[in-house]
């Protein structure tokens, strides 16, 4: 059921790195503060989640703005080296951060949908999984609509196509670069604020969340995006079939053998052109 | 005039490709830029569309300076490039590749019957108007990169070897194309390697050698011209 989530946020990664070509490896800590600033509402103005998530999404936006500007936009053109150096560089320091704000202790938030169950056919399902899948897979179809069928959309595909034909085109390739950016760190708002009863906060999250964004990424076919939104969906459902059927550590494994075994038999990912 | 090119000199690193180029395109007028393979020909069109940065000299446009414009605000003005390879998108239809090229403000409000314009000088897009770019041919490639620098509504529509790779038969189509744009009015700028055919269809000419402009005038003397024969029509 976290699927939809692996999707949006293997979908953010996708989309910056087709426009910009920046691999972000602290693109997952961002998720984390969402997450922990969804804990902070919670706890010092007991709002639920899903009603912070309406402040923490314009928040992650212009933070992304503010990071893309000041930090990203100076590496477009470097190394990937160095882009990597500078992400791990913000891995460290967002994660020390949160754990000198808020500790290490693991904490869950809880939402209103959280104690809810839904019975269907064998399995019962708690509300706010249901919730999570819903609005992570209206946002994820809405993303790949605005994709296909917006200027803004078209704008993004024809910078992923080819940057210097899009110039021409009289494109604003700086300015379309941002938004993009800053649209992929709010998509880690809605995707932290939807999943804080789901996923136990800790400090030292955000990496995880990347790595699983980067197998998103890979398995969909390297900057394809309706193979993105449907290889984190695979992956959420292997992940939540191998919990079921298999549980404990090996159970963990699942996706990741999975992701191996999709490689193997299709190098290029599940919509990649070869 | 329309569009002056004064004094540019350019280049990557130290290493200048274009030294001290001046040329100028009036209203109306086919003008020709004709050299051989790494003339610099390409380098100044990237210069001309803001692509690139000069290290001197100046691009205007009715006296205008966009030398230091980005590349979005000189297609804002009008002066339009169909590029070298005709760069089209491969993984949009023909219907979003020339949707990209009408996105302009002054383009903008025109669109639909921009399009219908084009779909009408180049039939064959009209067929293939839900196909993949990348699925084309050659020739269709060039017409759909035509076609979407023509989205722009240009005020000076520059191309850069849009023969480059076509079939005779295909050039000869592509060059009776645009000697019907400019006999209603279109300002062009070509950049070619095709000689005789470039020179035979534009109004004056500036041939680049080694990044200079060797030689400059009307297009019916640069044939008849010994240097110009000796360095392209092998004689």
Redesign the interface.
Known sequence: MLGSIYGLIGLGITMVFSVTGLMNFAHGDFMAIAMYLCLALYTRFNLDPYISMLLVIPLLFVMGLLVYHFLFQRMIDAELLMVIQMTLGMVFIIESTLQILFTADYVNVPNFAYGSRFIMGPFVMSGSYLVTFLIGSSVGVALYWMLQYT?LG??I??IA??R??????????HRVQMIVFAMGIALLGLSGSLTTSIITLQPYMGLDFTLFAFIVFVMGGVGNFLGTLVAGFVLGVAEALGALFIGGHMGGLVPYGLFVLILIVRPQGIMGAR | MLLSVEKITAGYGTVAIIKDISLEVNKGEWVVVIGGNGAGKSTLFRVI?G?MKPKTGKVLLDGYDLTAL???AI??LGV??V?EGR??????NVK?NL???G??TRAKPHIASTLEKVYHLFPKLKERETQEGGTLSGGEQQMLAIG?GLM?LPRVLMLDEPSLGLAPIMVAEIFKTLHMLNQEGMTILLVEQNVVMSLKSSQRGYVIENGQIALSGNSQDLIQDERTKRAYLGT
């Open positions: 200027d078209r704008q595909r024809a196509q080819n210097e034909a899009a110039m021409l085109m009289g494109i604003q390739t | 569309s692509l980005p590349s979005h297609v804002e339009i490039q590029p760069l089209i998108f491969p993984r949009m979003e949707l990209l090229g996105r302009n979407r722009a």
